[in-house]
């Protein structure tokens, strides 16, 4: 599968800035001037995207190693190394210095920066090429240490939609259609909405291959209530997607996950999908998988709490059941469902958990639960206790 990197970049959008060291091994000039001038022009196709250009700078027989992309690690031959150098040269917005340039013969070693969207970071060290002829015959993407750009903040002010996207150096390939896409839902009693605390469990979830996104939404302390919140939660889903798609990912399974009040707004996006998308403005995305992390998933039994989801104009739990998770847990029973409570939560019952994962079953979804000992509200959703569980779930 094709992956077009564009908010976060390892090697593989490597490209070169002039400048060139001097032999250390008594090398003629000649040769000093013959490699450098290879990876000036190396550099010049790279950035113009320009892939038949790069390929004139290869030998017939030359081999690239280690290659970011390749599954393999090894590309011999023009025809291997073009399919690799298609993937990094069709959509291209990013500059790529070579630093620290050692060369040695007909042998450059260097450290290369990055630049994507003005954003600068350190890819990584110890690539090597090897020029014979005017002709790159070796390419040793043997990176040390690679880096990842920073995902950019879409809008650290925004009320309701995706916060930031965490996309994954190494996009896990345990799914043929592609790597899945995490959404995280936050928590905060249906008053607040702040996805902070979810950083390192979306840091996390990137590092083991997810394209990972974390999200706001209005509550109560913005004067909405349901089903406007619900809304917000259902759009911002589809958003992850979009945005996914414009960062030159080609996402799998869609998986939402969300913790306590988040918890309840995800599972009930998953349960009734077509009810509260009508005010998106990008195109509703169907959830493959859902996450529940010490959810109150029957309002009725947490009234005290849920009026600050359906506000004063609905105060009567009666009146409730369209916005009750546990009511609908016979719809979509495609979806597969993991919900996780720690036993020592003194927040949201361990019962919640309990009663909805009964009731969901009775409707036929395929059902996982883990109860982590001695773990409660808040430390359920650190990385350390969250993200193992996910990304054994997921098979990542």
């Known amino acids: 599968m094709r992956f077009r990197f564009l908010f976060a970049i390892v090697a593989a959008l490597t490209v070169i800035a002039g400048g060139c060291g001097s032999s250390s091994d008594g090398a003629s000039d000649d040769t000093v001037v013959d490699v450098s001038s290879v990876l000036a022009e190396y550099q010049a ?122 996309l994954p150096a190494s996009p896990s390939t345990s799914d043929s259609q592609g790597p899945p896409l995490i959404v995280l839902i936050p928590g905060g009693g249906w008053e607040t909405a702040d996805p902070t605390g979810l950083i390192s469990l979306a840091e996390s979830l990137a590092d083991k291959g997810a394209i990972v996104a974390t999200t706001t939404y209005r509550a109560s302390s913005n004067g909405v209530f349901f089903p406007e919140t619900v809304q917000d939660v259902a759009c911002t889903i589809a958003e992850a997607a979009v945005a996914s798609v414009d ?20 599972g009930l996006v998953t ?86 994962a009964a009731a969901l079953e009775n409707g036929s979804h395929n059902v996982t639960t883990s109860y982590p000992e001695s773990v409660d509200h808040n430390s359920l959703y650190s990385s350390e206790v969250a993200s193992p569980l996910i990304a054994d779930w997921l098979n990542l």
Not at 247 to 266: I, M
Not at 316 to 343: F, Q, R
Request: charged share 20%; aromatic share 8%.
């Open 45 to 166: 196709a790279r950035n113009a995207g320009d892939l038949d250009a790069l390929m004139a700078l290869y030998a017939d027989d030359a081999v690239v190693v280690d290659h970011p992309l390749d599954d393999d690690g090894t590309a011999q031959g023009i025809g291997e190394i073009r399919q690799l150098e298609a993937i990094v040269a069709a959509e291209l917005d990013s500059v790529t210095e070579f630093l620290d340039l050692e060369i040695s013969g007909d042998t450059v070693i260097f450290a290369h920066k990055v630049t994507i969207d003005d954003r600068d970071c350190f890819a990584g060290s110890g690539d090597k090429v090897t020029v014979v002829g005017g002709k790159i015959t070796l390419y040793d993407w043997g990176v040390d240490d690679a880096g990842i750009c920073p995902a950019p903040v879409i809008d650290d002010t925004v009320e309701a939609g995706v916060v930031q996207m965490y």
């Open 247 to 266: 960062a030159g990912f080609e996402y799998g399974k869609v998986v939402v996950v969300g913790h306590s009040a988040g918890a309840h707004l995800a």
């Open 271 to 356: 349960l009734r999908p077509g009810e509260f998308v009508s005010t998106c403005t990008v195109p509703a995305v169907a959830i493959d998988r859902f996450v529940g992390l010490a959810g109150p998933y029957d309002v009725t039994e947490a009234q005290d709490a849920a009026a600050s989801l359906f506000g004063p104009q609905n105060p009567n739990p009666a009146d409730w059941s369209p916005g009750n998770p546990i009511v609908h847990a016979a719809n979509e029973p495609h979806v597969d469902i993991l919900l996780v409570h720690g036993t020592a939560d003194q927040t949201v019952p361990i019962q919640f958990t309990e009663s909805f």
